[in-house]
Structures are given as structure tokens and as C-alpha cells.
């Protein structure tokens, strides 16, 4: 069973900058997907980052040039380093992973991601 453990979340000033940690386990295949999304108040959840476990990131438009999504194959991390934060960032941040078979590319959207954590809070405020 798959489990994903987010942390890092907390309360930064606009411009600030945060790192969000996600620690998988139970992963018993080789192609997946990983991915951070995040759901404001009143919002759907949305995608902010995906990434392939063979393959290079894709970013949401509002999040491109200021999030990166890395990978930590050696401890079975992935992160979410977040910069120039503002207050249209604040939301519940969920990372969220898959089985994908097919190598370079992964859905964008929530609903084809299988296994999520609990969800961390970020508030910028401005």
C-alpha cells in the first residue's frame, strides 16, 4: 500500500519561500507519477506540478519560474521548493502519486492520481 506523508507547510510573508517534503512509501513499480496540487477555500483542487519518475516536470502556468518539483529517488522523496510566494498561494497542498506506464509525460489532473496524502497548509500573506 502506497502511502504519502507531506510536510513542510506554515505561514510565510509575500515574496517569502517555502519547501514542501512528500515521503512515499510502498511503491512496488518503477513508472509513476508524482505530483503536488492545491485547493483554496471555495476551490476545486487543482494541479501545481507533476513529474514522471522517467520524464521532466510540468507546471501550471500560475506556478511557472517560481515552483520546482524535484525527486529524491534515494530516500523516496519528492518536493515542492516554492518561491516568491503570494497570497494567491495560500491553499491546502496534497502531494499525490500514480502508476504510469507511460514514461515522460502524467496527467494533470486530480482525478487520475491514486494515492494522496493528508495535505499541508500554506498561508502568504500579503
Known amino acids: 500500500q502506497v502511502q504519502l506523508v507531506e510536510s513542510g507547510g506554515g505561514s510565510v510573508q509575500s515574496g517569502g519561500s517555502l519547501t514542501l517534503s512528500c515521503a512515499a512509501s510502498g511503491y512496488t513499480y518503477r513508472d509513476y507519477c508524482m505530483g503536488w496540487f492545491r485547493q483554496a477555500p471555495g476551490k476545486e483542487r487543482e494541479a501545481v506540478a507533476v513529474r514522471h519518475s522517467i520524464g521532466s516536470p510540468q507546471y501550471a502556468d500560475f506556478v511557472k519560474g517560481r515552483f520546482t518539483i524535484s525527486q529524491d529517488n534515494g530516500m523516496n522523496t519528492f518536493d515542492l521548493q516554492m518561491t516568491n510566494l503570494n497570497p494567491e498561494d495560500t491553499a491546502i497542498y496534497y502531494c499525490?502519486?500514480?502508476?504510469?506506464?507511460?514514461?515522460?509525460?502524467?496527467?494533470?489532473?486530480?482525478?487520475?492520481?491514486?494515492?494522496w496524502g493528508q495535505g499541508t497548509q500554506v498561508t502568504v500573506s500579503a
Open positions: 499525490a502519486s500514480s502508476h504510469w506506464s507511460v514514461p515522460g509525460t502524467c496527467p494533470f489532473q486530480a482525478a487520475d492520481f491514486t494515492y
